[in-house]
């Protein structure tokens, strides 16, 4: 009876801890991405609230389309690309071009650390002084 209650416990704990952890990616607000972009790129408060729109009907899209394709992980693929091509586009239209510039290169630096296998998205920059 000892161990079974033992084995419980442990069973009881190693849930308990996996749903602390997340278990995957943790996606960020559309707020938390446009702030991200307006301390990156210097953004007016005008482009970040326009942004965070474009971000948050980005979030919308994705939502749904990750119910329609029921963990189809190719499926999804295949249609979130063009909506992320779309959103970096919307995006690029509210920039200046200076920092249409600066958005491109942190574009391709993603990318090539999402092909290296570290993917995510970098750490803040440092404050400049």
Known sequence: MKKILMVCCFLISMVSLSKA???GRMQRSPADQAKQLQ??????????????AIYTAQAAKR???????????????????????????KIKAVLTDDQKKAFEKMQA?????????GGGTPPPPPSQK
Request: proline share 2%; net charge neutral; no cysteine.
């Open 63 to 89: 939502d749904s389309l990750m119910k329609a394709a029921n963990g189809d992980r190719e499926a999804m693929r295949g249609k979130m690309m063009p909506m992320m091509m779309a959103t970096n586009d």
């Open 39 to 52: 301390t990156t790129l210097s953004l007016t408060d005008d482009q970040t609230a326009k942004i965070t």
């Open 21 to 23: 952890q997340g278990g």
């Open 109 to 117: 630096e993603r990318m090539q650390r999402m092909q290296q296998g």
